[in-house]
Each structure stands twice: as C-alpha cells, then as structure tokens.
C-alpha cells in the first residue's frame, strides 16, 4: 500500500542518495579525466571534466622515461602492504587469542597492558627518538613497517572480543582434553573459526599500510629510494622534479623540467596511487561494512 | 573488553594450582609475546622519554643526558601566541566535526533505511568510498578544484556567477570551511554505517503502530527514531570529545599543502608539534606541546568513558 507520500519520499530520497553518491565519486572523476588530458589544455583551461584535448602523454610519460622510479615506489607499497599484513596478523591473532581464554592466569592485567595504549601515548617526539635513536629504523625499510602501523590495540581487543563471542570455551576445552596442545587447539580449532573476523582485520591493516604516507614522511629523510607510492606522490606535489632526478632524460634539470607535463602528470600518479583500492573495493566492500558495524560504537 | 569480569574468574583459575595452570598456558603465553613486546617498543618505551619537555634536548646527550629546565619549555610556549592558535584550532574543528558529520550521517542513514529498491546497496558502497583514499590523494584531488591558475572552481564555477579568481592557497579564511568539507566528504559514509546498523535493529513495531495513528515521516523520526538513536548519538559523541585534542595530521598538513600563509587556520597541536620536530628543529617546544596534547588528551578519554561507563557500561571502553 504504497501512498502518496510513500511515493514522494521515495522520488527525494534516490534522488538524494545519487547527489550524495556522486558527490563522493566527483573528485576522483575529476582526477582521472585530467590525467588523460593534454597537459597545455589543462593550463589553459583548467582541472576539466570535458577537456578540450584528450592525451595519454602523461602515463606514457611516467612508465617511458621514468618507469623505474615509479615502478620501484609501487614495488615497495606492495611489498610493504604485503609483509605488514602478514606480520600484524602473525602478532594480533595469538594475542587476542591468548587475551579470549577465561582461564589464562593474569589475563586482567593484560587485557589492561594492551588496554591502556590506546588511552595514553608518549606523542610523536619521543616515540621519534626512540625508533630513531634506539632501533635505528631512521632510512629503513623498518622506518616503513614498523612505527605504530604494525599492530594496535584496537584490533586485538575487536579480535578479542570474536574470539569471546564466535568460539565457544567449551569447543577449546574438548579439543584439549582430547589431548591438543594449546598451540594446536589455537591453529586448527580457533583460527577456522574465526576467519570472518581475521579477514576483516587483515583488510584493514592491509588498506592501512598502502595508504600510509606518515612513516615514509617522518622516518625516510635521505633515502627517497625506499618511498612507497604515497610518499612518492607527497613529494611530487612539492617537487615534480623528483621523477625527472634518475632518468638520463635530463642532463640540464632546467630543460628537463620544462618538458614535464606537470600537471597531468601529478594526476597520472595520483590516479595509479588509487586503482588499487578501486580495484580491490567492489570485492571487499561488504566485509568492509560488516568490520565497520562490529567495531561499531567503540571505533 | 571487560576487565573487572575476567577478575572475577581469575580465582577459579587457581583451583588446578598455579604451577600446573603456567605448565599448561606457557605456550599461550609464549605466542602472545611478539604482540606484547611490540607494544612495549611502541607505545610504552618512548612514554618515559615525555619527560623531554622538561629538558633542553641535545641530541648528543640523548634525552636523559639533556639539561633539566623545569617548566621553562612550556613557559615559552604558552608566552607566545601558538599555543592559543593551534588549541583553539583543535578543539573548533573537531566541534565542527562533531556536528556537522553527526547530522549528516543521521539523515543519511534514516533516508538509506527508509529507501526501497536495488541501488540502496550501492549508495552505501559509494558513500562509502572516500574513507579508503589516502590523505595524499585528498590532497591532490582538493589541489584539482581550489589550485588558483587552473583549478575546477577558480576555472570553470566562479566565472558563471562573474566572480573573480581567488587565492585559495594564500587566504586563511576560507580554510575552515573547505576542511569542514574535506572531512565530512570522507567520513560521513563510515558513521553512516554504524548509524545505519543501529537503525536496523530498531523494532519495527514502534513505526507500524506510529503509521496506524497517521503520524507523519517527520513525526517518526522526531518522537521515535531520534529517541531510540540517542545512546548510539550520545556514545559517538562522548568517545568524540575524548579526542578532542587531537588531530588529523594530514587534513591540515597534506591538505592545505603545508602553506604558511594558512597557519592561522590550519594549524593545530599535530602539525605544530611535527613542524618543531622535523622542520624548525625546535624539538623543546615541540615535546611541550605534545605533552600538553597528551595529558589534557588523557583526561579527556577517561572522563569521557566515565561519563559513558555512567550512560551505559557496555559501551564504555574500560
């Protein structure tokens, strides 16, 4: 019984939600079209959505002569997405499990030791000092992986609290009294159970570490080699330059920078920066509401 | 995430003897370690070295071999204008936040859930979607609209109303409202999900009986759908003012491009404390202000999980 009003709100609504929608998408059309623009069109006449000139100059640009400068910061964002996930889940997952057993000797004041982090941080200046002045990590790869991005408390305590609720005690106790080790009981009871949950985590962390750009930032002063995309990307708004720095292309930086189509070419990267993610999105998307809804209030 | 419930059992835990519960549980305990030990590095080893702003900081000394000056770095920096600007920065934008994101997401996630048909799925994916994109590629994507010489609105929407160009990157003053924007174009799809979520196990019986005495779509939402949504709006809310004082680092240092002349509005305790670090060099001043984000930060949590440990426990973080 559909009335009048029914029918109105329905007409306002969509209508909305595809203004609402587009609005979200608008500015990463925007980034594509100019970036298959013709880079003296886009000075002229401007960031376009109809550009007067069509032109794939710029990724033939940034893959022809400066290939290898692009294609090694790609090279590191995966390998670092890649190495990160794997090792925040090898140190969330055993954790949080160790946190879910009711029966585990002082596990209050642990829950409280992982607690706590998220209550209170030293800040950024000594937690500067430390990982450069203790472990070193300052022009690392560890620079890239380690700070604050391999694991956080958040999610052990979300993991946690799967564990708690999607594993019964009494499965894990009738798996050791049939005579599994703790370790084989975690491995090949818990873990199966609990993967919804695991791949939820490993989808953040995953989106986490390639879009991160503030450990490059901070910790990667000299060595512009160990960039990933992100960082490469930062720096290219500043300096275009950058690209041109390792191609014999450009023996005089001036001539050199003149031929760069620089506008267009900052979009190409950044549009190669995103594709991953717009790749990998339509197949995660729902996993990805379904974490958001479980971390729900507490994010 | 309960702490006080696990108390509770840890005595019954006893009964096989303490020495036969560690035989048992060292393994457990030995797979936990990475996950501890990276904590320790991380979180509580630099915690000590807060005391920096209490010491003139000499790289060669190290943070302990450093000269104590008491209260001396914060005297500095309370002195100077900064550390008005940049609180004053934190807490309005995220107030700012608070409002405008609560507002939204609440009116999209009551419009989502009312729509019937197909491509409701879809809007919540696309809504969606800026919250995956880096704050770099933010950066770039607000470069191709506000770029004085060849951006979308200085080009292509001022000349329509006959307005001149403007100088986006050099005028502070319309810096609050393109962050303002910025943010709740990436965040708005995500609060909408835990709005929309909350919504959804809302009893459908309040509503039919709502329709059988003819009360409008605006009524439902004043007197039944804006009730039941208060604990969620108010949980939000409070784990919000927890984190009052702190900030986005890249939405007012990537975005705005790091531009002198927009300081007065962009500039808030995170990119002020990076600034002194990493480009002035002023690593007292900076520790100060970071230790003073810090201590207020904490206060702040933890009032606002009592005050939400007070509304409703379960929801409280401890």
């Known amino acids: 019984m559909k009335t009048r009003e029914d029918k109105v709100f329905q007409a306002l609504g969509h209508t909305l939600m595809t203004v609402l929608s587009l609005s979200a998408v608008i500015p990463v059309i925007l980034m594509i079209i100019s970036s298959l623009t013709d880079n003296e069109a886009l000075l002229q006449n401007g960031y376009s959505f109809f550009p007067s000139q069509w032109s794939l100059y710029a990724y033939q640009w940034v893959f022809d002569s400066n290939g290898t400068v692009v294609m090694r910061a790609y090279g590191i964002s995966v390998l670092l997405t890649a190495v990160g996930t794997a090792l925040s889940l090898l140190m969330t997952t055993p954790l949080a499990y160790g946190l879910s057993k009711p029966k585990l000797p002082w596990r209050g004041a642990l829950t409280f030791y992982v607690f706590f982090t998220m209550l209170f941080n030293g800040g950024l200046v000594p937690t500067y000092i430390n990982y450069t002045s203790v472990f070193g990590v300052k022009d690392t790869f560890y620079g890239l992986l380690v700070p604050s991005l391999l694991m956080n408390a958040f999610n052990v305590l979300l993991m946690k609290s799967y564990f708690v609720a999607g594993v019964p005690n009494e499965i894990l106790e009738a798996a050791n009294i049939d005579g599994a080790s703790e370790m084989r009981t975690m491995v090949s009871v818990a873990i199966p159970m609990a993967k919804p949950m695991i791949a939820t985590i490993a989808m953040f962390v995953g989106i986490a570490y390639w879009n991160d750009w503030n450990n490059g930032f901070i910790y990667l002063l000299k060595r512009t080699d160990l960039f990933s995309i992100q960082n490469l990307l930062n720096r290219l708004m500043q300096n275009i330059q950058m690209l041109a720095t390792n191609s014999q292309q450009v023996s005089n930086a001036g001539e050199g920078l003149a031929k760069i189509p620089q506008a267009t070419v900052r979009m190409a990267m950044a549009t190669l920066g995103i594709l991953p993610i717009m790749v990998v999105y339509p197949m995660i998307q729902k996993n990805f509401v379904k974490g958001i809804t479980l971390g729900g209030v507490k994010g | ?318």
């Open chain 2, 1 to 318: 995430m309960n702490i006080k419930e696990s108390n509770t059992r840890l005595p019954t835990a006893n009964i096989g003897g303490k020495a036969r519960q560690y035989r048992r549980f060292w393994p457990v305990y030995l797979m936990m370690l990475p996950g501890l030990i990276y904590l320790f590095i991380n979180n509580y080893m630099p915690l000590p070295g807060a005391i920096v702003a209490f010491k003139q900081y000499n790289a060669r000394l190290g943070i302990y071999g450093s000269k104590w000056v008491g209260f001396k770095n914060f005297e500095y920096l309370f002195r100077t204008s900064d550390a008005w600007v940049i609180t004053r920065n934190t807490i309005l934008y995220n107030v700012a936040f608070i409002i405008v994101n609560t507002i939204l997401a609440i009116l999209v996630a009551v419009v989502l859930s009312e729509l019937t048909g197909k491509r409701k799925k879809a809007y919540q994916s696309v809504i969606l979607l800026p919250n995956l994109i880096s704050t770099v590629i933010i950066s770039y994507l607000v470069f191709a609209f506000f770029s004085v010489g060849s951006g979308f609105i200085n080009k292509s929407i001022l000349p329509l109303f006959g307005v001149a160009p403007v100088s986006w990157y050099s005028e502070a003053k319309h810096w609050p409202y393109i962050i303002i924007f910025v943010n709740a174009w990436r965040s708005v799809g995500y609060l909408c999900i835990i709005y929309l979520a909350t919504l959804m196990g809302f009893d459908r019986a309040y509503y039919e009986s709502a329709l059988i005495d003819g009360a409008s779509r605006l009524k439902q939402f004043w007197y039944i759908t804006l009730p039941l949504l208060k604990p969620t709006i108010v949980m939000l809310t409070l784990m919000a003012i927890g984190r009052i004082f702190y900030s986005d680092f890249g939405l007012f240092y990537q975005v705005p491009m790091n531009q002198g002349a927009l300081y007065a509005t962009t500039n808030t305790i995170d990119t002020y404390v990076y600034r002194g670090l990493l480009q002035l060099g002023d690593i007292s001043m900076s520790s100060a202000a970071g230790l003073y984000q810090s201590a207020i930060g904490f206060v702040l949590v933890l009032g606002a999980n009592m005050l939400v440990r007070v509304i409703d426990r379960d929801s409280a973080l401890i």
